[in-house]
């Protein structure tokens, strides 16, 4: 059950910290003047509140997850999507792979990859030469190796060029796609065991009344026994909606990403460098460089290794989505919106 006093004061703050005005630090302190107490009546720190932002349980969910799906609980969510969702954007804003100040950008921080060393790289400059790089964390023979920030950064539009799709080969992936999401459905055996135990606990639940009414068991044992059949089906319930909602988010993220993907070098292109970045980080999950080239295939976010796997072979039959919900595909294509679609 919600509490009465703390729920409200729960739903406040994740308005008040969506509205993008605050850091953590700040609504911490902020949270505080306000009255926001923890049980011991102490400060809530910034780490807590980050916790409290981040957590799915205040959208009515639970800790446990089906596939990467989290379930839906019977308690009240205090925060709706759209909110929760709003959040989750100004935290990301905070987040270590951000830009932090407005002097010095960098389109690959945490995302470039050393080969040379073996390691990832930091984005650093250096004010008194006036020269930014990537640095390697690691070293090779006692020192790090630097790569110069714009020879490195100059090899992104062909990159993106490489990665392009055409039309045509966009809706060829929608049918091939749609073809395995129709097969995934049809084939899945967890699914279809829940669905038929469903169908048993119905008819379980027939003959149990029919035993009751004709006096063969106990009004206390009809009772016992249609409470744990009500319990299971809740549970198989759980899974089944569980299943199908997995199943329907891969496919939207799908739907959109082959869409940016028909974009790519446009954005990159026209965009600002918030839009570049923003479709480095939607796209690219690492980046290897070695000897200054951008060199090896590159690790992408889902559901972008599929599509680049399928650009490349013409099919998609190699394996299907491994992953579910990239968490920059909205606000990419909010960004591809804001540049509008290049003319056909």
Known sequence: EVDPKNGPLVTEAFKEFG?????????AEHAYSLGYRSRLGNRIGRSKWSDIFHHRLYLGETWMKLGDIPTKGTHAPLVDEDIFTQVQ????????????TRRHKYLLRGILHSVDAGS????????KKKISYYRSRQKVNGSQIFYNSKSIEDQLPALFKSLTITEDKRQILREELSRFF???VEGDGQLKTAEARLVKLERMEKNLQRLYVEEEISLADFKENRMQIEAERSRMRITVDGIRQRQHLIKADFEVALQLATQFDYMY???NFDQRRLLCETVLKRLYVEDGKITREPEYNAPFAIIAR?????????????????????????ALSQLSYRPT
């Open 269 to 271: 292109e026209n965009g």
């Open 310 to 334: 399928a650009n490349g072979s013409g099919t998609v039959t190699s394996g299907g989505p491994e992953g579910i919900r990239t968490p920059y595909l909205t606000d990419a294509n909010r």
């Open 19 to 27: 509205s993008g005005k605050w850091t953590l630090e700040s609504w």
């Open 89 to 100: 954007q100004v935290l990301r804003q905070h987040d270590k792979n951000k830009q932090r």
């Open 120 to 127: 990832p790289c930091w984005a650093e400059t250096n004010n």
């Open 182 to 184: 129709i097969e995934e």
